[in-house]
């Protein structure tokens, strides 16, 4: 319950600082955005990939509904926390880019409901996964090419982003986000010192 207290016996009020706060520490284990996100791509990859070794229906079963639900997470944390920061930051120079990524998870999400409708034993089951597969690959591949690399050169907050991003995808999936630097962010690393993320 918040305690009130009394000054010059005017009327209580809420104390605006019962004590002093305590300083958030940055978490240095989480990552940038686009580091995050890198990631996500490729677990999604690694996942449509068991998805064509795999033979049993109730294998392709489980692992589509993990690639639907990394996917899901996905387009929501960037939709909801990452897309409107990096819109801001491209301005009208990313504006057609941003706008495409956002029509592409459209498509995403539609082919999400189909597959979530079909069984293994569905004649065009596997197909659907492939076609998903494809819009998957084209947009992450427009994100990682374009996107990223325009971002790494604006005002874009990779940190802070990151450390929201992270934070959405913690309380969707209820486990902890943990992804190793990359090679290009632990080489400059090594040159400059902990960055506060903004490669
Ligand atoms: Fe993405
Ligand atoms: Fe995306």
């Known amino acids: 319950m918040a305690t009130r207290t009394k000054r010059n016996g005017k009327s209580s009020r809420p104390s605006a600082k019962p004590k002093r706060k305590q300083a958030l520490k940055p978490r240095k284990d989480v990552p940038s955005a686009i580091s995050l996100l890198?990631?996500?791509?490729?677990e999604v990859e690694h996942l449509f990939s068991q998805f064509e070794a795999a033979t049993s229906s109730a294998r392709k079963r489980a692992i589509v509904q993990k690639i639907c639900d990394a996917?899901?997470?996905h387009?929501?944390?960037e939709e909801d926390i990452f897309y409107p920061p990096a819109r801001a930051a491209l301005k009208r120079a990313g504006e057609d880019l941003m706008d495409e990524a956002e029509v592409e998870h459209e498509g995403i999400k539609w082919r999400i409901d189909i597959l979530k409708r079909m069984k293994p034993e569905d004649d065009l089951y596997d197909a659907e996964v492939k076609v998903l597969s494809e819009y998957v690959k084209h947009h992450v591949k427009e994100e990682e090419r374009e996107l990223f690399p325009k971002l790494r050169i604006s005002?874009?907050?990779n940190?802070?982003?990151g450390e929201k991003?992270?934070?959405?995808?913690?309380?969707?999936?209820?486990?902890p986000v943990k992804v190793e630097p990359s090679l290009l962010e632990?080489?400059?690393?090594?040159l400059v010192g902990p960055s506060p993320g903004t490669i």
Not at 165 to 175: C, H
Not at 186 to 190: N, S, T, Y
């Open 186 to 190: 632990r080489g400059i690393e090594a």
């Open 165 to 175: 991003l992270a934070a959405g995808k913690e309380k969707m999936t209820g486990k």
């Open 75 to 77: 387009t929501t944390i």
């Open 71 to 73: 996917l899901t997470v």
């Open 155 to 157: 005002a874009f907050d």
């Open 38 to 42: 890198k990631s996500d791509h490729r």
């Open 159 to 161: 940190a802070g982003v």
